[in-house]
């Protein structure tokens, strides 16, 4: 008897746990599933069928990214700073003022080499907004706990972050040149047209509790003037629990009515109904606005069917955009300049076609109005931690939940019970 340690197993044992393991699952059938079972839709995933490489654009970037951080590695990496207590500030004088500024001009974000100074100058002050920019803090070049701990971040920590990314945009993406992705975590959706960014604007996600899905699909109609049809999570975990506790008033402020029909021309009289009587399994009622200013989907919707039931809209939200942090929706995708986007979508070239003028004049019809895409458009909804923008410039953007770190869980639990169970040949 003898045992065989398969090429993984190999790699794991002779590499870093995450410098080994990210090679080798891209020959190894791992079901993106089995990371994220609830979470994770690839179902409409198309075939690659260009002649424009292996991988998408977003992916060769993040390949460049990896390079770029692995050379820092190979170089000494950076140092922890664990002698600040409080925060600095410009103007400060401070015995660690030039290991900031090391640390800094190590990922490119102070732009000259760093000096013994322990003054906090307007240099140091805008490299700091710079790596804030860069990490999805908030921007006011002070070296605060936050900005601190993202400094402290070893480079070994963010060349695995890198890989995790790289691995779930494999699973997700094709090498299409033209592309519509929404990058949760980041809270953005950009339009790609030959892998150049058009178009990009910020984007309101679910929360924690709902969260958005991964998803590779296809973009095929939108529809204008829509009507909002409360999907089974909602009317559940929403509208039934205030319609049982007899708070009717809440869904007509609301504009929330229930119907029989899908046109929602026979609305009932909500407080007639003994909703004691139903769950989310037998209710034979559909709960909807119409069109109108107070219509949660807004102006416009954009469809890409799938088993998850979410969309990309309009809101008439509009504030809450200045939020940095905007994981605040039911799993839906929430745009901040959705007319832009659908004439971004229905006419690239301005023809003429899918004019600003043509769509208000069918917004002023007041009636739902469904426009196919001809061709339709890939469209991404990734979680990318890392990324980089149109100048090649990388980002970190946080964990909003917690998926690099469950990614990161299923590798130790794989590479453990790999070791701990090799194969056995007789």
Not at 86 to 108: A, M, N, Q
Not at 173 to 200: G, H, M, W
């Amino acid at each position: 008897m003898r045992l065989l340690f398969p090429s993984l197993l190999a790699l794991l044992l002779a590499c870093d746990l995450y410098g080994g393991i990210w090679e080798s699952w891209r020959s190894w059938s791992i079901s993106p599933r089995a990371v994220y079972p609830e979470h994770i839709g690839i179902d409409h995933k198309e075939e690659n069928a260009t002649d424009n490489g292996k991988w998408n654009i977003l992916v060769r970037h993040l390949q460049n990214a990896l390079g770029r951080y692995e050379r820092i590695e190979a170089a000494g990496g950076w140092q922890k700073i664990t002698s600040l207590e409080g925060s600095l500030r410009e103007g400060d004088i401070h015995p660690v003022v030039p290991r900031i500024k090391k640390r800094l001009y190590i990922t490119g974000d102070f732009p000259k080499a760093p000096d013994t100074n322990m003054t906090f100058g307007p240099s140091l002050a805008e490299a700091v907004e710079r790596f804030q920019w860069r990490h999805g803090l908030k921007i006011d070049g002070i070296v605060g706990p936050r900005t601190l701990y993202a400094m402290n971040v070893d480079v070994a920590q963010r060349i695995r972050t890198i890989k995790i990314n790289i691995i779930r945009l494999e699973w997700l993406t094709q090498p299409k040149k033209d592309f519509l992705v929404a990058n949760i975590p980041a809270f953005t959706i950009t339009l790609y047209r030959n892998e150049t960014p058009v178009l990009s604007m910020k984007t309101i996600v679910g929360k924690k509790s709902r969260p958005t899905p991964m998803l590779s699909d296809r973009l095929t109609y939108s529809i204008l003037n829509p009507c909002w049809r409360a999907p089974k999570t909602i009317v559940a975990e929403d509208i039934l629990p205030k319609l049982k506790a007899g708070r009717f008033d809440y869904l007509q402020e609301k504009g929330i009515i229930a119907t029989r029909t899908n046109d929602g021309n026979d609305s009932i009289d909500l407080k007639s109904i003994d909703w004691s009587r139903y769950n989310e399994d037998n209710i034979p009622f559909i709960f909807m606005q119409k069109s109108g200013p107070k219509n949660y989907l807004g102006f416009v919707k954009f469809m890409f069917p799938n088993p998850f039931d979410i969309y990309i809209h309009d809101t008439p939200e509009e504030d809450l955009f200045s939020k940095r942090y905007r994981a605040r929706s039911s799993g839906c995708i929430r745009v901040e300049r959705p007319l832009e986007l659908f004439h971004a979508l229905y006419d690239p070239q301005n023809s003429g076609k899918w004019s600003y003028k043509k769509i208000a004049s069918a917004l002023l019809g007041k009636k739902e109005k469904l426009v196919g895409l001809p061709g339709g458009i890939p469209v991404y909804i990734l979680y990318m931690t890392v990324f980089t923008d149109k100048d090649g410039i990388v980002h970190f953007a946080p964990d909003i939940y917690g998926y690099d770190a469950i990614m990161a869980r299923y590798i130790n639990r794989y590479q453990q019970k790999m070791i701990l169970h090799p194969v056995v040949l007789k």
